[in-house]
């Protein structure tokens, strides 16, 4: 799988929950996860929109795994053939359409792993009770 | 494990119950739009996931890249447009409007967000999607009935079990999913057909299922052309021929609600394609697929899968000859397994086996089991009186 940086545009200062969010979600999909925070880049000495940080998610993603991190201002890195940059506003994910839309395209690009199930374990239940009233299972 | 869908997931935008009457009160203050028959059949495919990854009708990215690069803009593979076209009479809409899909009945089928309005090249349309602009082609035929506008966005269908034919035979695909893994098969072959079951197809599907889990018999049950046997028909020929000639366990029947193009080889891809969402990892692709009169070469719909790497198709397409009795090996043969010449080939056409059917002859047993003969010579009688 081709290397992902998600680059998430965030006011200064806000949390970073949505990262972890987002991260969990890939890595429960079977993907190779990195989520970047704001401490670890300040425990490395880089400023939150440093170049250097965007170097280092450019070097992790290019072995295949889909960094995710943030920043106020757009990263200094662009898309290659080893690795895709993707950036969107915090805002946006917190919509559930927007976030949807947003993984749904990176799936169809190839970019993360879909969901490990075709229908969701619920509603397979129904559909089983279904398939026996129909005559197509015992 | 079952064959992924078609762009990772199978998208679900059908309601019913309560969810569907609220997208009818929603709509009843909105521009309702008209659905052709075809647009019909497809808005319940896309609504149940069978046209995964669509979500709603192309707009003009879509169609055009599937036109020129035979994809959809966001990568997967994708053969045909599937399109929504603005009817004469029906008031004009523009990006950002909701609307209502209804039929020419009136009743309220779903509803779209707009998301484009564009002017298609219908010409281009049919070279590339039909390989002609013959008048005479059922496509080109349907091309030239539209207004050239179309209006592309998400939709949400509406599910109305009650009015639906074959109720016991309707399955989306998650349905079919489920089944296929309750029955422990990992592997699914499907046998696309709009024709009754002869001894042909009998032979074919058979030599298919040694080589996979299960049949997924998929007669198709949306817009034909006339003169092609009426799916009640068909379906009764499937229900006979299953009750003494499969194995219960290792076949399901469920109709497959698309209409036919009559696009040949693109049409092959397209029907492969909304297998593989149905959990199908092979399909079954005969001589002239989806064919009419002589627009396509006899392998023209076989051929068609050469280009495509295996990994971006995901079915694997199992391509047939015509198949045959012959009395000399006697038994089912094709031109790649009997040494024998014509003569010994019991083979009858279409047009020969509806001229005996009417006359009160039935076919052979060696072209067709007696009990299918049986219902094709009654159904013929009834077309007659």
Request: with cysteine.
């Amino acid at each position: 799988m081709k290397g992902l940086v998600i680059w998430i545009r965030t006011e200064e200062g806000s949390n970073e929950e949505i990262l972890d969010i987002l991260g969990t979600e890939i890595e429960e999909r079977g993907g190779r996860v990195e989520v970047f925070h704001s401490k670890a880049v300040e425990n490395l000495g880089m400023d939150k929109n440093d170049k250097a940080k965007a170097i280092a998610c450019a070097m992790l993603a290019s072995h295949g795994v889909v960094v995710i991190t943030s920043g106020s201002e757009d990263p200094s890195i662009k898309s290659s053939e080893k690795l895709e940059i993707r950036i969107i506003e915090e805002s946006d994910l917190c919509h559930t359409d927007a976030h949807d839309g947003f993984i749904r395209d990176l799936e169809l690009a190839g970019l993360v792993p879909p969901p490990k199930y075709d229908v969701h374990p619920d509603e397979e239940k129904e559909i089983l009770k279904k398939l026996q009233d129909l005559g197509y299972l015992d | 494990m079952l064959v992924p869908p078609h762009g990772g997931r199978l998208t679900d935008r059908q309601y019913e119950g309560s969810e569907a009457e609220d997208i009818i009160k929603e709509v009843q203050n909105c521009t309702l739009l008209t659905l052709n028959a075809r647009e019909k059949n497809d808005l319940e495919m896309i609504g149940n996931g069978a046209m995964s990854p669509l979500e709603g009708f192309m707009s003009r990215y879509d169609y055009e890249s599937v036109l020129d690069l035979m994809r959809l803009a966001t990568g997967p593979l994708w053969s045909l447009p599937v399109v929504f076209a603005r009817k004469d009479g029906d008031p004009e809409v523009a990006p950002g409007d909701h609307v209502g899909l209804k039929d020419e009945e009136g009743t309220i089928w779903g509803d779209m967000q707009v998301e484009d309005v564009f002017k298609a090249d219908l010409t281009k349309e049919a070279e590339i999607s039909l390989g002609t602009t013959d008048d005479s082609h059922p496509g080109v035929m349907y091309l030239k009935s539209l207004s050239g506008i179309y209006i592309g966005g998400k939709i949400r269908s509406i599910r109305r079990r009650e009015t639906e034919s074959f109720q016991n035979y309707r399955l989306d695909p998650k349905e079919t999913r489920v089944l296929f893994r309750a029955r422990g098969w990992n592997t699914a072959v499907a046998f696309q057909t709009r024709n009754p079951i002869h001894r042909a197809h009998e032979y074919i599907q058979k030599c298919a299922m040694e080589i996979v889990d299960g049949l997924l018999l998929h007669p198709l049950v949306g817009e034909t052309q006339q003169g092609d046997i009426p799916a009640d028909v068909r379906m009764r020929c499937y229900e006979e021929i299953l009750k003494d000639y499969y194995p219960r366990t290792r076949v399901a029947m469920s109709v497959f609600p698309a209409a036919m193009r009559y696009a040949g080889p693109k049409e092959a891809v397209f029907h492969a394609i909304l297998r593989k969402n149905y959990g199908c990892s092979h399909f079954i692709v005969g001589r002239d697929h989806a064919g009419v009169g002589n627009f396509y070469g006899t392998y023209d719909a076989q051929m068609i899968f050469d280009q495509f790497d295996q990994e971006d198709l995901g079915i694997v397409p199992l391509k047939f000859e015509h198949a045959f009795y012959c009395s000399k090996c006697g038994g089912m043969a094709t031109p790649k397994t009997c040494a024998h010449d014509n003569e010994y080939h019991v083979f009858l056409s279409g047009k020969k086996v509806r001229a005996m059917l009417k006359d009160g002859i039935l076919p052979p047993p060696e072209f067709t089991r007696p009990e299918i003969a049986s219902i094709l010579m009654e159904a013929a009688r009834k077309e007659d009186n």
